[in-house]
């Protein structure tokens, strides 16, 4: 990041105030995240009742290409989240979401096959926002507990994103193709917000460096050296992961 001298008058007055950094940073972060379930979730709300492809149900269907995209893109962001460089994140994230959007888009506006590749892109990138979100907040002191405020966007994201879902298509009219891309437009402006904030959050500290190691982007050879060293680990981190992920998705979907 800059220098502390560079960076603007609010951006300092966070890092002398350590109550607010960790309120702002907690508060943005799930803000962010609870927007990005608002991209993912929405369209489970819909039942799409008696419509079937190929012998099965479009819903099943439309669940299972996110998933896959989404599972596909945990292991993409192995490479993108760790070489991304701070001054990009933000770029990054609205990339990411822009690009679900459109598999949305592609929901609503093309036949039901093509909506499964839709849907397939729409989870592509979604799987690393979380990554890019918490390299905000990874590297400090209170990163624990900044963590468990971006944890708790799990509960409450997307019960509460189906509902607006939901209110979109019983209050506007609005049919279950569309109210997926409806339902994201709608929480654009607080992602904006929230990414405006989390880019003013001050860089870790000397202390912070102290305790916690600096973070750096990794490269190939980097990730080499980390996967020669914690393989085996991580490699059963990640299974068990992607287990309770595809689970949870189950539970909470159907």
């Known amino acids: 990041g800059r220098p502390m001298n560079q960076v603007s008058p609010f951006t300092r007055w966070l890092a002398r105030s350590p109550l607010a950094f960790t309120l ?151 049919g279950e193709f569309w109210m997926p891309a409806v339902t994201a437009a709608l929480f654009v402006p607080p992602l904006a917000l929230c990414l405006f904030l989390m880019s003013k959050l001050p860089p870790p500290d000397d202390r912070d460096v102290a305790e916690r190691t600096k973070r750096e982007p990794m490269d190939r050879a980097a990730r080499r050296r980390l996967l020669g060293e914690l393989g085996v680990p991580l490699a059963l981190l990640v299974v068990i992961y992607v287990l309770l992920s595809v689970y949870r998705d189950l539970r909470d979907t159907f």
């Open 24 to 174: 702002l940073a907690s508060a943005s972060a799930f803000g962010a995240y609870t927007c990005m379930y608002a991209f993912r979730k929405p369209f489970t709300a819909g039942t799409f009742a008696g419509q079937e492809l190929w012998g099965f149900q479009l819903k099943v269907l439309l669940v299972v290409a996110q998933m896959i995209g989404y599972v596909l893109s945990k292991f993409t962001g192995i490479k993108v989240v760790s070489e991304a460089k701070p001054g990009t994140r933000i770029l990054m994230i609205v990339g990411l979401h822009a690009v679900a959007w459109l598999g949305l888009l592609m929901l609503a506006t093309l036949p039901p096959s093509f909506g499964l590749i839709g849907m397939l892109l729409n989870g592509l990138p979604l799987g690393m926002i979380w990554g890019l979100v918490f390299s905000f907040l990874e590297g400090r002191r209170v990163t624990e507990f900044l963590g468990l405020g971006l944890s708790v966007s799990f509960i409450f994201a997307s019960g509460w994103v189906k509902s607006v879902g939901g209110l979109v298509m019983k209050v506007w009219g609005v």
